[in-house]
């Protein structure tokens, strides 16, 4: 897969993460804190085409003595990816249409709309120093459930990231 994308780490409370954050009924009650993390990608490449996509992980959860991230929502632009993430990785992905709008070299509006709602509208201005990141020594732990099926996954991920 290849694309451009933002991502965001943030601080999160455990009363966010249990009034607002979208758990799936396995992990309720197993929030351990952590923190949350949203991505905005725009995939030029992937095994089900180009798509965009919208996700939120609302921090760690303790998951048979181990702590896990979960994906508790995500919005796509492509049917296809709506298919292949329920059957390959238990994600819960959602129809939502993306428009991303260049404003100058370095900012760009993007806005996400899911139905009549508008999911995010937002400015983002992007670095000019870039700089290798890579979690191949801290993997990404994923525990997704689809149809009482247990998924997890350890997602390693590289990119080229601004300041």
Do not use: C
């Amino acid at each position: 897969m290849s694309g451009k994308g933002y991502i965001f780490l943030y601080p999160i409370t455990k009363e966010f993460v249990m009034t607002q954050g979208m758990v799936p009924d396995f992990l309720k009650g197993r929030y351990t804190g952590g923190f949350g993390s949203m991505m905005l990608v725009n995939y030029a490449d992937s095994n089900v085409g180009p798509y965009s996509e919208l996700l939120f992980i609302p921090g760690k959860f303790d998951y048979k003595g181990k702590k896990w991230q979960t994906i508790s929502k995500i919005y796509v632009s492509s049917e296809a990816s709506i298919v292949n993430g329920r059957k390959n990785w238990g994600i819960p992905k959602e129809r939502a249409m993306f428009e991303f709008k260049r404003l100058n070299e370095r900012e760009e509006r993007i806005i996400v709309t899911a139905g009549e709602t508008r999911i995010l509208d937002v400015v983002l201005r992007s670095g000019v120093i870039p700089f290798p990141v890579s979690t191949k020594f801290l993997p990404f732990h994923l525990v997704q459930r689809e149809k009482q099926q247990e998924i997890i996954s350890q997602l390693v991920l590289e990119w080229l990231a601004q300041f």
